[in-house]
């Protein structure tokens, strides 16, 4: 059977944090290089289709391949470990506390930094032809995205601080519905047509992902975006970053946790026993 049931399933999430948390810091930083870089690569790739195409759903219907990519290589992203580890430290996993399972977000989240700014300084140097010209209408529509995001909620005070973080927790439930959702299957195609819709959701909607955004304000930057790398962070990395901790550990982790993982004993009625009760017993 390709399908994987949820009870099963749950186990392989806790099983994958816990795996997780002592991969040496070579493979963790490397595993999350690779990812930034791929995400990065996709994320550029969607807005080339969508700019040069005039349709944003054509961006976010292939935006996903880069996703899929880096899980079938089990590379690492921020928003996935977010999700992930933690139930490893919640089921008191031997060894995993917690400053193991923040070392571990650390290591991703530099090493997902490095890809993501690698792929930005490429691709502003091939639009520019080694910064020669500038970046034309692509670089022209990153950097309106890059303004947008950061002084556009910058203008909305606290309010559009918590606009930002709403909009991680959004982005994570989709991109972590989409990783649990890869493990029900066994098979390479169910795991991509699993993921698929979650993160072409996400995309489309304009929610925000830490990772994605790890290449977009940089390369928007290097565009001449006219933001600062305080506004970045503080306008849109923090609060996003905070918010994909938030939605993909309290939408996805936690509840399949809670009832597939942790499951309460089966109600009674009226002295009657499920069968399945009766046939464990």
């Not at 880069?66 to 933690?86: A, E, H, N, S």
């Not at 996993?93 to 490429?122: E, I, P, S």
């Not at 989409?178 to 195609?189: D, E, F, L, P, R």
């Amino acid at each position: 059977m390709d399908y994987v049931e949820p009870r099963e399933l749950s186990k392989k999430m806790v099983d994958a944090g816990e795996e997780k948390v002592f991969l040496a810091t070579k493979d963790t930083l490397i595993r999350a290089y690779m990812a930034g870089a791929i995400l990065a690569l996709a994320a550029i790739f969607a807005i080339v289709v969508a700019t040069k195409t005039g349709s944003p759903l054509t961006g976010a219907i292939l935006f996903p391949v880069g996703f899929i990519l880096l899980y079938l290589l089990k590379f690492d992203l921020l928003t996935g470990v977010f999700m992930l580890v933690p139930l490893a430290l919640l089921d008191k996993r031997k060894g995993v506390t917690v400053a193991q399972v923040l070392r571990n977000w650390g290591l991703t989240f530099a090493g997902n930094f490095a890809g993501a700014l690698t792929v930005a300084f490429m691709m502003a140097f091939i639009f520019t032809y080694g910064f020669d010209t500038d970046g034309g209408a692509i670089a022209a529509k990153v950097g309106h995205i890059g303004e947008a995001r950061t002084l556009g909620y910058q203008e909305h005070g606290i309010s559009g601080w918590f606009t930002i973080f709403i909009r991680g927790m959004l982005c994570n439930w989709m991109v972590s519905t989409g990783v649990a959702a890869a493990m029900i299957s066994t098979s390479a195609i169910g795991k991509i047509f699993a993921m698929w819709m979650p993160i072409m959701l996400f995309f489309f909607m304009g929610f925000e992902h830490s990772v994605v955004n790890m290449f977009l304000f940089p390369f928007s930057m290097i565009m001449g975006g006219n933001f600062t790398v305080v506004d970045y962070f503080l306008w849109n990395e923090i609060p996003t970053a905070l918010g994909n901790l938030v939605g993909g550990l309290t939408f996805v982790g936690l509840t399949i946790y809670a009832t597939h993982y942790k499951m309460s004993p089966k109600r009674v009625l009226n002295n009657v026993e499920p069968e399945t009760v009766k046939e464990a017993a």
